[in-house]
């Protein structure tokens, strides 16, 4: 597929999980109840509006078996990595180690490979 053409299912999740996770590595270490319930709605409206209405269904059902625990940046990257986790056994990709949450998706990895 050439590169100025709408989104695959597949591109569609990547990039999806790719804003995500960057939304949640920059939520705040002591959040407001404002910035708490403004992430819940989005990801639950995430859900409800997302393209693949499979996913987005599939998506809404995690939400609702484990809520987002939002009290703190590091609580609420370590869920979102859970849930990512969970739709990757479904789709048979490799599983996340969590623990590199922040090392991905923040501060780049220790290597440098994400220096510029």
């Given at each position: 597929?050439?590169?100025?053409c709408p989104l695959d299912r597949d591109k569609l999740g990547y990039h999806t999980w790719s804003l995500i996770h960057t939304m949640v590595a920059y939520y705040p270490d002591e959040p407001t109840p404002q910035h708490r319930a403004q992430i819940t709605e989005f990801l639950k409206l995430l859900g409800d509006l997302y393209p693949c209405r499979a996913c987005g269904?599939?998506?809404?059902?995690?939400?609702?078996?484990?809520?987002?625990?939002?009290?703190?940046?590091?609580?609420?990257?370590?869920?979102?990595?859970l849930i990512h986790n969970e739709v990757n056994k479904k789709t048979n990709k490799p599983i996340f180690d969590c623990?590199?949450?922040?090392?991905?998706?923040?501060?780049?990895?220790?290597?440098g490979s994400c220096d510029y």
């Open positions: 597929m050439g590169e100025n269904e599939d998506f809404s059902r995690l939400l609702n078996t484990w809520p987002p625990i939002t009290d703190s940046q590091s609580t609420l990257s370590h869920w979102l990595c623990s590199l949450v922040d090392e991905r998706w923040k501060y780049g990895w220790k290597d």
